[in-house]
Structures are given as structure tokens and as C-alpha cells.
């Protein structure tokens, strides 16, 4: 473990590009994973603010919007109808799109895994990319703004500035993701609860 943390600090320090990529993919693929690690370099002054804030935004609205296109091109076709199949409520996630698409598209954001079902129906049910784009750019900035002032308040009490990326930091990542996607599950269940009831959506 030590090896692989001083590894990947060196490649950090040799390859700034290396650590802006890390945060930008760990944002996509866990979204507090790379709010944590951009906090962290940003408290050892290996990040500016301006820079993480970037980066992760259009990682996020990027991964996003291929997810959108992937619904609208998969549209009306066997594969696509698969997809759309396996979504939990997809037909009231549809209705609340069309009824109220602006709110959800940015509560969403908060809410792990059915964020990513709102996203693709947005584009299976060809709501305008403008539209789109301008509420879920709205949620990804309230998302980092909330989680970025969150980790970077921990951070700060618990004094985690030179010593970013030291095995027992790394450690405390680990089980403050593990600890941020159970609440997650439960905060969006007790919402999607709230927004839908206990149907199934059929």
C-alpha cells in the first residue's frame, strides 16, 4: 500500500496533468471520491481552486451528456428498450420529466444511481439538449459546491494539508466514500420514496 501511495504521489508531482486526469475520472466514476482527492490537493497547494472546479464540472457534464445522447440514439430500438426496461419508475421518472423536468434534473444530482436513470430518460424522452444542459449544470454546481465545502471543512479539522496522499489519509478517503455512498442510498431511496411512492413505476 505505501508503495503504490508513494508511486502515485510521484507521478503527481513529476505529471501535473496525471493529478488533474485522477480527479476528473475518480469525479465520474465516484463523484466524492474525486471532490475528496481534489480537496486534498488543493489543502497541499498541489491544486488551485479554479482548476479543480473545472475539471470536474466538465468531466461531470461530459459524462452526462453522452449519457443523454446514449438515450435519445437508443431510442425505439430493441437494445434501448432493454435499457429503458431495467430503470426502476422509468414511466414516472418520464411523467415527472415532462411535468416538472427542472427540479429533478438537479435533485437528482444528489441521489446515487437515480440520477444517472434521469439523465438517460432525458434523452429517451428528446427533451431539448439546451434544456438539458443548462438545469443539470445548475445541480452539478450546487453537488460540488455542498460535497467541495463539506470535505474541505473536514479537512480542515482534522489538520489534512502536507500530508496528502499519506497511506492513513488514504485510508480515511476509503471509508469516508464508503461512509458518503450508504448515505447516499438511504437519503435517495427515502426521496425517490417521497417523489414516487412505493409503486414500481409501471
Do not use: C
Amino acid at each position: 500500500m505505501g508503495n503504490l501511495v508513494a508511486m502515485i504521489t510521484g507521478w503527481m508531482t513529476a505529471y501535473p496533468a496525471f493529478k488533474i486526469g485522477m480527479v476528473g475520472i475518480l469525479t465520474v466514476i465516484q463523484g466524492e471520491s474525486g471532490v475528496i482527492l481534489g480537496t486534498l490537493l488543493i489543502r497541499s497547494e498541489k491544486l488551485g481552486w479554479g482548476t479543480f472546479f473545472l475539471v470536474t464540472g466538465v468531466a461531470l457534464l461530459l459524462y452526462e451528456s453522452s449519457v443523454y445522447g446514449l438515450g435519445r440514439l437508443l431510442r425505439n430500438i430493441p437494445l434501448g428498450q432493454k435499457i429503458e426496461k431495467r430503470i426502476k419508475r422509468h414511466k414516472k421518472i418520464e411523467k415527472a420529466l415532462h411535468e416538472n423536468s427542472g427540479r429533478l434534473l438537479i435533485v437528482s444530482r444528489f441521489i446515487i444511481y437515480f440520477g444517472l436513470a434521469v439523465v438517460f430518460l432525458s434523452g429517451w424522452t428528446r427533451m431539448p439538449y439546451k434544456q438539458f444542459i443548462k438545469m443539470r449544470a445548475i445541480g452539478v454546481a450546487l453537488w460540488l459546491i455542498i460535497w467541495t465545502f463539506v470535505f474541505h471543512s473536514l479537512a480542515v479539522a482534522l489538520g489534512m494539508d502536507e500530508k496528502v496522499l499519506a497511506e492513513d489519509i488514504v485510508i480515511g478517503i476509503v471509508i469516508i466514500i464508503i461512509m458518503m455512498v450508504g448515505m447516499r442510498k438511504v437519503v435517495g431511496k427515502a426521496v425517490v420514496k417521497l417523489l414516487f411512492g412505493n409503486g414500481n413505476g409501471k
